[in-house]
């Protein structure tokens, strides 16, 4: 026992257990990890290595005698008729028999059908869903006259904690710092802390917001083996796991033709494993869904049903984050029908599943923890406790933020202070720890609608207010390097930064690094691939500025000296767009010697005769330029008139000069008087 665990049993003994004897029966048992630690949790309740392993061997034994495996059912069977009385551990689940007026109920590994008594169904109303483990005593009497089972339902009693004070958790809080408080939630989950770094222990504490907090909706998704749906399947009795992500409206929401309730109705967390396999073999499935997601009720018949659940969507991301940004988005893996931005902006929050580590022997605990069911019990209690306002007394939200933004980030503020400071004692500081990572959380949906939706999701520079000296703190999210692209003070000469289109439609940042030296007038330029746009339009800049140089300046020099250019492409999206006055610029640049003025991104494209082009989306492109790190911006004075689709907001974010000539575009670039 270490020091954090010498005080979590001290505190909780007879509610803990040691980690490591769960990890010794989980691989000969396929039960949930909540059914085996409270059988642990009845019979290992010492801190005496020798009375733990004696409660092992006695939970093994319970296990080998009573748990029912799907190819010893009728082994059991004949037991339970030749005893007369037999005690099981199996998953039940009900449903109402209309024909004869009472619940029937199933035993899956047993595979039989018996009655179940009204006051049971009316105690846990979860058998009706897709059941839950209990402890159950079935007796056998078979009646020759009466064809219905012969398997009677003496007793059940769910796999669950019969009590739990949430006041002795909530006061015991003040006895642990931060960190092991952390620490020992970890434990709880069966991680082992030590094994990961501070931020991805944050991560695994998220995956828990959807089991603290009511009506949450949650995505993750990341490299396979990173222990995504291990907290939904594993850890609580409370939350429900698709595999396959198939389901149906009845299922999920309401069966109308039945009139019983859904899963979202009678479960605290539905998480869906596979987002990529995610289908409703309803129509208007999605769409139902999506009522839920923003407002926690949906519309059956003529009725609005309201439900707590939270929604979870896990799913594996199959190539690096860097080339999906490149190249797509990071809800990529979900299905083509729900592929839709309205869906997506009822996202909470999004882990960077990319950011923990795939899981190794040594990132489970053999450490003091909860009993997972327990700790499920928390968390659930937990619900009935809004902390949505913790960050008001000392932080305000910034102006980017929409109402949904809003009610996400305080969301996830709420779930993560319940599951830190459960007794609301935090200090400024603590309370701005997890405001950061909810705005993070938030902003990362964001810049991805931003992706597949354009500029109605324009605004994803999400910020905070310290109330105590109105300081505005912008949050990033790690992922999208924006603003650090286009460095702040000058660049050297004849190096350009331009926004074009590239060959998978989209905009992205292209940088040309251009140099100068002795020679007889040749042009060299790498970097363009297989643009024959972009190629066409070199060679127009080239013309042009061979025509034109003495014009700009008499100091410039083409045919005594050679120029070579490097076109960068920042962000992948490969460069399919016209960029001869971006190039027209560099030339000048390098040959006057003169850098262009700090942070200047150049927008607008010209003609062989000097004719000058607007700039087609300019809001988009606008916005691409202030993602970059871009503050001055060279616009064409003919897209003066597209200004009005530009929201006020972002196009204030820049220095905006107007060119009406290539000529005058130089001048203005470099900061020619």
């Not at 009466?146 to 904690?161: A, D, G, K, R």
């Not at 996202?347 to 069911?373: A, C, L, Q, V």
Request: glycine share 6%.
């Amino acid at each position: 026992m270490d020091q954090l665990d010498k005080k979590v049993y001290e505190l909780f003994s007879g509610r803990v257990v040691q980690k490591g004897a769960t990890k010794k029966i989980k691989n000969s048992a396929n039960v949930p990890t909540y059914v085996l630690e409270y059988l642990l949790g009845t019979y290992c309740t010492s801190d005496d290595d020798e009375e733990i392993k004696k409660g092992i061997t006695q939970v093994k034994k319970i296990l080998q005698d009573n748990y029912v495996r799907a190819d010893e059912a009728e082994l059991v069977k004949s037991k339970i008729r030749s005893t007369g009385s037999y005690t099981i551990i199996d998953r039940v689940s009900a449903r109402l028999d209309i024909k004869k007026n009472n619940y029937k109920g199933f035993m899956h590994a047993l595979g039989v059908e018996v009655t179940i008594p009204d006051h049971y169904i009316k105690d846990y109303e979860k058998l009706l869903s897709d059941g839950i483990w209990c402890i159950v005593t079935l007796s056998y009497f078979y009646n020759e006259d009466e064809p219905v089972s012969p398997f009677i339902l003496s007793e059940l009693t769910p796999i669950q904690m019969p009590n739990m004070d949430i006041h002795e958790v909530i006061d015991a809080r003040k006895e642990f710092t931060k960190d092991e408080w952390i620490d020992f939630l970890l434990r709880s989950t069966g991680m082992e802390p030590t094994q990961f770094e501070y931020r991805a222990k944050w991560h695994l504490l998220a995956r828990l917001i959807p089991l603290v907090e009511n009506n949450v909706n949650l995505c993750e998704l990341g490299p396979r083996g990173t222990g995504k749906s291990h907290i939904y399947k594993e850890i609580s009795p409370n939350s429900i796991l698709i595999s396959g992500g198939q389901t149906t409206v009845a299922n999920l929401f309401y069966n109308l033709s039945k009139r019983a309730p859904g899963l979202v109705s009678m479960w605290d967390t539905v998480a869906f494993d596979e987002v990529a396999g995610i289908e409703f073999k309803d129509k208007g499935g999605i769409q139902i869904m999506k009522d839920y997601m923003a407002s926690g009720s949906f519309a059956r018949g003529k009725e609005m049903i309201p439900a707590n659940a939270s929604m979870v969507f896990v799913g594996n991301i199959n190539q690096s984050v860097d080339s999906l940004l490149k190249t797509s988005h990071l809800f990529e893996p979900f299905p083509e029908a729900m592929i839709d931005s309205a869906f997506f902006d009822r996202m909470h929050i999004y882990i960077p599943g990319w950011e923990i580590p795939k899981m190794r022997p040594e990132y489970f605990t053999d450490n003091y923890g909860f009993i997972s069911d327990y700790v499920a019990e928390y968390l659930r209690e937990m619900r009935k406790f809004p902390m949505t306002d913790a960050f008001d007394k000392y932080f305000k939200l910034g102006h980017c933020l929409n109402q949904r933004d809003t009610i996400a980030v305080r969301k996830v503020v709420s779930g993560m202070t319940k599951l830190l400071y459960p007794d609301g004692n935090f200090t400024e500081k603590q309370i701005e720890e997890i405001l950061r990572y909810a705005l993070e959380s938030r902003r990362r949906v964001k810049e991805q609608l931003k992706r597949i939706g354009g500029m109605e999701f324009y605004d994803v520079q999400f910020s905070y207010i310290r109330i105590a000296n109105m300081e505005e703190v912008f949050v990033p999210v790690l992922e999208q390097g924006g603003g650090k692209l286009i460095p702040e003070g000058p660049g050297k000469p004849g190096h350009i930064f331009t926004i074009a289109h590239g060959s998978n439609g989209m905009m992205g940042l292209f940088k040309f690094e251009t140099q100068i030296t002795n020679g007889n007038g040749k042009f060299d330029v790498t970097g363009l691939s297989n643009s024959k746009e972009a190629k066409d339009s070199v060679k127009t800049a080239q013309s042009y500025f061979k025509a034109n140089a003495k014009q700009i300046s008499a100091t410039i020099s083409v045919d005594s000296k050679d120029y070579v250019m490097h076109v960068q492409d920042y962000q992948g999206v490969g460069l399919d767009s016209s960029i001869a006055l971006a190039t027209l610029i560099a030339y000048c640049s390098v040959a006057l010697n003169k850098s262009t003025l700090s942070q200047l991104c150049v927008l607008g494209s010209m003609s062989i005769g000097g004719t000058i082009m607007k700039v087609n989306e300019l809001a988009s492109t606008l916005q691409v330029c202030f993602d970059s790190g871009a503050k001055r911006v060279l616009l064409p004075m003919s897209s003066a008139a597209d200004i009005a689709t530009v929201p006020s907001d972002l196009f204030a974010k820049f220095q905006i000069s107007f060119y009406s000539s290539p000529e005058d575009a130089v001048v203005k670039a470099l900061g020619i008087e």
